[in-house]
């Protein structure tokens, strides 16, 4: 059976007066049904980027797809109108943001927002599509959901909120979800909350979920998968357990090495990544980590890595990491 999603080879440009940028350069990855993919790394790795451009979302310009597929239950998102585009979203396909309160309709009750993404894509009247939108939000464990279904945005906590939000996204039952950093404003206990409700309503309805994080905390927490990216390319992938027990990319092993571990002493200090990820007018010429690595070779300056695949279920593009399994 194949996946509802297969990313293959996408490649999304900014164009700006500075120049062309890749902000996502060759990404592919796939999720199979009931499975949970994070996308992780620092601040402007193109996390969110893939997501927009997965949703065709994009702010265009000065952002456009200029190459690769997007095929979600065997179509290819990349070719579509935006008239059909608009009939998938929402239906086949939903996504949590990492903002509630901007993402939101600040003048706009709750079931109203709720009602107009049933309404969109079912039969269903307005009377039932309250109803509908009452059940969802008992569904996502708001507490006393019958009064908030009259409330606005702005009456509600950030977790409240948040959940208004997943009830939009799985209101049609979709294949595929995905959560961009859906927990980032979020406190420890109502986070814990949300990552809880994800995979309960995961279980139940066996969708693929895409899951945006920078926290390795969270993803130890609920992926299955891990897919890890710096400056736009996918630079290591591999089942979650592997990925903590043995990165093979030095990027990865940073990531790692400065996530705090539960019962340290306070006086350990973290390690840390030297330096940032280059902006995407000024990346090196041959692989975009190797200013920051403590592994980089001379090759590195020179050329880019190609992802490889050292053993099953895993891949990396790294010079460093090729001459280990060698």
Not at 4 to 21: H, I, K, Q, S, Y
Not at 263 to 289: E, H, K, S, W, Y
């Amino acid at each position: 059976m194949a996946a509802p999603l297969e990313v293959r080879d996408l490649r999304t440009t900014l164009f700006t007066r500075r120049g062309e940028m890749p902000a996502v350069d060759g990404l592919s990855l796939t999720v199979g049904a009931g499975e949970t993919v994070a996308l992780v790394g620092e601040s402007g790795c193109g996390k969110s980027l893939s997501a927009l451009s997965i949703m065709r979302l994009l702010p265009d310009p000065p952002a456009r797809i200029v190459g690769g597929s997007v095929l979600l239950n065997g179509r290819d998102l990349v070719t579509l109108s935006e008239e059909a585009m608009l009939k998938i979203r929402g239906q086949e396909i939903g996504m949590v943001f990492q903002d509630p309160l901007s993402s939101l309709n600040p003048v706009a009750t709750v079931e109203r927002q709720i009602a107009e993404v049933l309404m969109a894509h079912t039969d269903l009247s307005r009377s039932q599509a309250r109803r509908r939108a009452l059940e969802l939000l008992e569904q996502v464990g708001t507490p006393d959901a019958a009064r908030r279904l009259d409330a606005y945005p702005h009456q509600l906590s950030g977790g409240m909120c948040q959940r208004v939000m997943i009830a939009c996204a799985i209101a049609c039952h979709p294949s595929v979800l995905i959560a961009d950093e859906p927990t980032t404003a979020l406190d420890v206990t109502v986070q814990a909350q949300v990552l809880g409700l994800l995979e309960h309503l995961q279980v139940d309805s066996g969708m693929a979920m895409i899951f945006i994080t920078h926290d390795l905390g969270v993803v130890a927490e609920i992926a299955d998968r891990v897919v890890v990216m710096y400056a736009g390319r996918k630079v290591e992938e591999a089942p979650v357990d592997d990925l903590f027990e043995a990165p093979l990319h030095p990027y990865t092993a940073g990531l790692i090495a400065a996530t705090p571990v539960p019962g340290a002493q306070r006086a350990q200090r973290l390690a840390d990544i030297p330096g940032m990820v280059p902006p995407l007018n000024a990346l090196p010429t041959g692989c975009a980590f190797a200013p920051r690595c403590k592994r980089v070779m001379d090759v590195c300056w020179k050329e880019k890595p190609e992802l490889t695949q050292p053993a099953p279920g895993r891949m990396v593009a790294c010079f460093a990491a090729e001459k280990d399994a060698a």
